[in-house]
């Protein structure tokens, strides 16, 4: 099995910022993308920013220019930081791994933002 640990949720003031980190452990034979995913209050879960082994990334239209999402690949470890927050970041964030393209997805438990206006 693929355990994925996030951490670096909290509260935080609008315009301030947060590092969120995920580890993945396990039996772990690949990994095609990694990524952040969030799911507010009512909410369907959306993609926030993810990031191939190779490097390449793709975010949301509503996080563009502001998050920043980063691997290291040795570790089986994403970071996303998140700069300029705003009330409507606030949700839990989860993290997920994707061992080859339209093969297994893994979650995580989920880490709560909350951005305060």
């Known amino acids: 099995q693929v355990q994925l640990v996030e951490s670096g949720g909290g509260l935080v003031q609008a315009g301030g910022s947060l590092n969120l980190s995920c580890a993945a452990s396990?039996?772990?034979?690949?990994?095609?993308?990694m990524g952040w995913y969030r799911q507010a209050p009512g909410k369907q879960r959306e993609l926030v920013a993810s990031?191939?082994?190779?490097?390449?990334?793709n975010y949301a239209d509503s996080v563009k220019g502001r998050f920043t999402v980063s691997r290291v690949n040795a570790k089986n470890t994403i970071y996303v930081q998140m700069n300029s927050l705003k009330p409507e970041d606030t949700g839990v964030y989860y993290c997920?791994?994707?061992?080859?393209?339209?093969?297994?997805?893994?979650w995580g438990q989920g880490t709560q933002v909350t951005v305060s206006s």
């Open positions: 990031i191939t082994r190779f490097g390449g990334t």
């Open positions: 396990g039996r772990i034979f690949s990994i095609h993308a």
């Open positions: 997920n791994l994707v061992t080859t393209p339209g093969g297994s997805a893994y």
